[in-house]
């Protein structure tokens, strides 16, 4: 696959379900990328990208964004509170909010930097205990929390289990954002996309059916 057969099948998944061509933010997910790679996307024309780390995405980004105008970088992956500054400065969309330590220390330094990236807020829709996201049941009370800290709440996000069918995870996650008036549905991925489209996904998150198998790390 590549990123016009990509384009070509999330415009299809649109077209089918009676969607705008276009309506579907697609991010390309970066992480564990050789640079090559990434300059590959970029100058086909791709500008909207996603990785797991802070810390790896530090090593790659800044060089990059100078480099071509209208990037767009959106944190996928989970995020330690020591690193949430660092997060805050270089990214435009942190999806992986899920919890009130974390949603406080965004808007405490938000404060401090007069801006804030578009939040999305995680959410553990297969109960899983080794996975990060707020629960379901706890999902509306927390959309109230971070609303009152004034956060620019775009919409929920979540990682189905691997082994199950994701239509109701899908179908969930919307259920919360209607729920809760929220815009943005970030789901979906390599394998799964166009179910997501049919649920209403506004990001999906595709990575090797992009740029091929990574040097290293799972699947996305």
Known sequence: MSLQGITERLQAA????????????????SKVQPNERVHAVLSEGHRVFG???????????????????GVELHLIGPLQSNKTRQAMELF???????RPKLSTSIARIAQDLGRCPEIFIQVNTGLEP????????EADAFVKDCRALDLPLK??????PAEEDPTHHFALL???????????????????????????ATHIRVGSAIFGDRVSGGGQ
């Not at 649109?14 to 997910?29: D, F, H, M, P, Y």
């Not at 790896?56 to 800044?62: M, Q, R, T, V």
């Open 14 to 29: 649109e077209r089918a379900n009676g969607r705008k061509i276009g309506s579907t933010k697609l991010i390309a997910v």
């Open 51 to 69: 990785e797991n780390r802070v810390q790896e995405a530090l090593g790659k980004w800044p060089a990059f964004k100078e480099a071509f105008d």
């Open 92 to 98: 435009d969309a942190i999806h992986s909010v899920d």
């Open 130 to 137: 080794q996975k990060a996201g707020i629960l379901p049941q």
């Open 155 to 160: 919409g929920v996000m979540c990682i189905p």
């Open 174 to 200: 919307a259920k919360i954002a209607e729920n809760n008036g929220l815009s943005g549905l970030s789901m979906g991925m390599s394998g799964d996309f166009e179910l997501a489209v049919a649920h209403g």
